[in-house]
C-alpha cells in the first residue's frame, strides 16, 4: 500500500492548475483539479498515455521548479554557475514528471480528502490532505509559499508524504552523489535515466 501511495503522492504532485494561486483560492482549486485527477484516472476509454497527458496538462506553474531544483542540490546550487542551473531545473522537473507517469498504472480507486490549511508562517500555508486506500490512509501535505511580500501569489515549493518532504529527499540522494561525483556526473546520470 505504501508504494501505491507513493504513486498517487506523484500524481497528485502534477494535479494543481497552470497558475499561482491567491491565498483564498489553494483549497477550493487545489480540490477541484484533485478530482479531476481522479476522474482521468478512472475513465476507461483512456489508455495510460492519454491519462498522462492530460493529467500533466493540468498542472505546470503553481509549482515553482527553479526553487525546488535550488532546494533539492543545497550547497552546490551556488557554486554552479547560471547555465548549469538552468539545466538541472529543466532534468530535475522532468525526472518528477518521468517518476509520476511510470507509476499511474499503480492507482486503484483510491480517493483524496483535504483537510484544511494551516500558516506555519505568515508567508508559509500547507494544504493538508489525506490518501485513504481501502485498508489504510496516508497524509500528503502540499507547500506553498508567498512569492512576495507585496502581491497574493502562491506557489507550491515542496510536498510532504507521511511526514517525508520530496525536496529532502532529494537533497539526499543528490548530496550522496555529490560526496564522491562531479556536479557533471551528475547532469549525466539524470540525462542518462530511463
Known amino acids: 500500500m505504501l508504494k ?9 504532485f502534477f494535479s494543481v492548475s497552470a497558475f499561482a494561486l491567491t491565498k483564498s483560492e489553494i483549497e477550493p482549486e487545489m480540490r477541484n483539479k484533485i478530482d479531476k485527477v481522479l476522474l482521468i484516472l478512472k ?31 543545497g550547497r552546490t546550487w551556488k557554486e554552479i554557475n547560471k547555465e548549469q542551473q538552468n539545466e538541472f531545473v529543466n532534468l530535475f522537473t522532468k525526472e518528477l514528471k518521468n517518476s ?35 485498508t489504510d490512509k496516508y497524509e500528503i501535505n502540499y507547500k506553498f509559499y508567498q512569492t512576495s511580500k ?12 507521511v511526514g517525508v518532504s520530496i525536496i529532502q529527499t532529494y537533497r ?15 547532469i549525466d546520470f539524470m540525462k542518462n535515466k530511463k
Open 150 to 161: 507585496d502581491e497574493d501569489k502562491w506557489l507550491i515549493y515542496d510536498v510532504e508524504l
Open 100 to 134: 509520476y507517469v511510470s507509476k499511474l498504472d499503480l492507482y486503484t480507486d483510491e480517493l483524496v480528502k483535504i483537510l484544511g490549511t494551516n500558516t506555519p508562517k505568515p508567508n508559509r500555508l500547507e494544504l493538508q490532505t489525506v490518501l485513504v486506500g481501502k
Open 43 to 73: 475513465d476507461s476509454k483512456l489508455n495510460k498515455d492519454s491519462k498522462s497527458k492530460e493529467i500533466i496538462d493540468l498542472m505546470d506553474s503553481v509549482f515553482d521548479y527553479p526553487l525546488m531544483s535550488k532546494l533539492s542540490l
Open 4 to 12: 501505491r501511495c507513493l504513486a498517487l503522492f506523484i500524481l497528485f
Open 172 to 186: 539526499q540522494q543528490y548530496a550522496g552523489f555529490l560526496k564522491e561525483k562531479s556536479f557533471p556526473q551528475l
